[in-house]
């Protein structure tokens, strides 16, 4: 089945570092592939923070940005600065709405991220 | 707009009770998702509704889970015989149409005791 495997956390950084938090996909009942990234702020619901549908570009989103890589099959979220208010759980996600897929979404574990002032 | 709406947020239940979950999805959303979030499994796919009708339950459980779509502004996840493995936050989501994007509730959060 499809799967999603991303950066275990707690990921620990200090405001103004880089960040990068891994995702890697397997897409096996998907032949387009469209990969995405929600976040948890805290005490607040999951919300889509960027999406990607083709292969080859980048979506960006508040600072972030990640790339869809077919040939390596991932799809990291990078951040040149973080700030204190980054702090949030990120699920990297893997979905589509090509041909029968319904487009239900199949989640990484989170990454848990906390920035220290 | 109000986003998704979950109902309760949070639901005790003893084991072998029945526990109801409501989902109200936005205004106009055609499709209509469950999932189920647990420390150890993640977030996890459930059930699909496109136009009420149902269209994907693959994730389900084959007992004592069923859901429906009666009308387009509420889904319903049942829950029969709870038994503890089944505590979890359960989230709902709709989406517009063909659009890819899924719009998450609040979430409700079951505990079986």
């Known amino acids: 089945g499809d799967s999603v495997t991303q950066t275990e956390g707690p990921v620990t950084v200090s405001e103004s570092e880089s960040l990068i938090i891994n995702c890697t996909y397997s897409?096996?009942?998907?032949?387009?592939?469209?990969l995405f990234w929600y976040v948890r702020y805290p005490g607040e619901g999951l919300q889509l923070l960027l999406k990607?549908?083709?292969?080859?570009q980048k979506g960006s989103s508040r600072g972030f940005e990640a790339t869809y890589n077919k040939e390596t099959t991932s799809f990291h979220l990078q951040k040149a600065s973080v700030q204190e208010s980054d702090s949030a759980v990120y699920y990297c996600?893997?979905?589509?709405?090509?041909?029968?897929?319904?487009?239900?979404?199949?989640f990484g574990h989170g990454t848990i991220l906390r920035v220290h002032p | 707009n109000a986003g998704v709406i979950q109902t309760p947020r949070h639901k005790v239940t003893g084991k072998g009770q029945e526990a109801t979950l409501w989902c109200e999805p936005i205004s106009g959303h055609s499709a209509v998702f469950w999932y189920r979030q647990t420390i150890v499994q993640g977030l996890e796919f459930l059930t699909y509704f496109r136009n009420q009708a149902p269209i994907d339950d693959s994730g389900m459980p084959k007992e004592r889970f069923s859901a429906q779509m009666p009308n387009q502004s509420h889904s319903t996840l049942k829950i029969q015989s709870t038994q503890p493995q089944d505590s979890a936050v359960y989230l709902c989501?709709?989406?517009?149409?063909?659009?890819?994007?899924?719009?998450f509730g609040p979430g409700t959060r079951l505990l079986v005791l």
């Open positions: 897409a096996t009942s998907i032949a387009y592939p469209n």
């Open positions: 996600a893997l979905g589509s709405l090509s041909g029968a897929n319904t487009g239900k979404l199949t």
């Open positions: 989501a709709s989406r517009p149409g063909h659009q890819d994007t899924q719009y």
């Open positions: 990607v549908i083709t292969a080859g």
